[in-house]
Each structure stands twice: as structure tokens, then as C-alpha cells.
Nanobody, 124 residues
Framework: QVQLVESGGGLVQAGGSLRLSCAAS????????MGWFRQAPGKEREFVAT????????YYADSVKGRYTISRDNAKKTLYLQMNSLKPEDTAVYYC?????????????????WGQGTQVTVSS
């Protein structure tokens, strides 16, 4: 079992950058594929990015490809999401998620464990 806590959200102007972190507790973080999802008001939760347990494989939604980078540090039990060239349409609550199945895990129901979310707001 793993517990997840996101941080790093905030308010940023369009074109700016933010880095989200997701700290995991538990001894087996390296056994989990990890993902980032986001949910804007009135919309369904949507896939953003996913990374394999080793960090060797990543996969992105088309809407963030080339702007976002997912990474992980298994020694620190932390997942990251570097977000550059932010747009107002990136505004959402961002969630990290974990599951023991093999990636790419691009559907929310594939994940067993979720954090509480962190708000990202991009102003125009």
C-alpha cells in the first residue's frame, strides 16, 4: 500500500512554469507505475502523463506533450511533473496516482491509489 501527497500547485501567468511533486510513503514505491491526472471544474478527470516503475518509459496526453515532463526519484519516493509554457486551459486540480500494473496506464480507473490533489491556476 502507498499513500500519496501532492504539492507545488499555485497561481501562475500564461507561459510560466510550475513543478508539482508527489511524495509517497511506504516501502515499495519503486514497484508502482505512477501517473498524473487533472480535473477542471465541471469536467471529467483526464490523463496527463504516466511513468514506469524504473522511469524508463513515459507517456503523455497530446495536450501536454512537449510542455510537460514526468519523472521520478525512487530513492526519495517522489514523483514530479515539470510543467512549462502553461496555458489557461491547464487550470485544474492535479492528482498523482499509483498502481502495480505495467504502464502505460492512461485511464483513471486503472489506478488503485490517489493523492488529494493540488490546485494549478493559470491566468491569461
Amino acid at each position: 500500500q502507498v499513500q500519496l501527497v501532492e504539492s507545488g500547485g499555485g497561481l501562475v501567468q500564461a507561459g510560466g512554469s510550475l513543478r508539482l511533486s508527489c511524495a509517497a510513503s511506504g516501502r515499495t514505491f519503486r514497484n508502482y507505475a505512477m501517473g498524473w491526472f487533472r480535473q477542471a471544474p465541471g469536467k471529467e478527470r483526464e490523463f496527463v502523463a504516466t511513468i514506469s516503475w524504473s522511469g524508463g518509459n513515459t507517456y503523455y496526453a497530446d495536450s501536454v506533450k512537449g510542455r510537460y515532463t514526468i519523472s521520478r526519484d525512487n530513492a526519495k519516493k517522489t514523483l514530479y511533473l515539470q510543467m512549462n509554457s502553461l496555458k489557461p486551459e491547464d487550470t485544474a486540480v492535479y492528482y498523482c496516482a499509483a498502481d502495480t500494473r505495467d504502464p502505460p496506464l492512461t485511464i483513471a480507473t486503472m489506478y488503485d491509489y490517489w493523492g488529494q490533489g493540488t490546485q494549478v491556476t493559470v491566468s491569461s
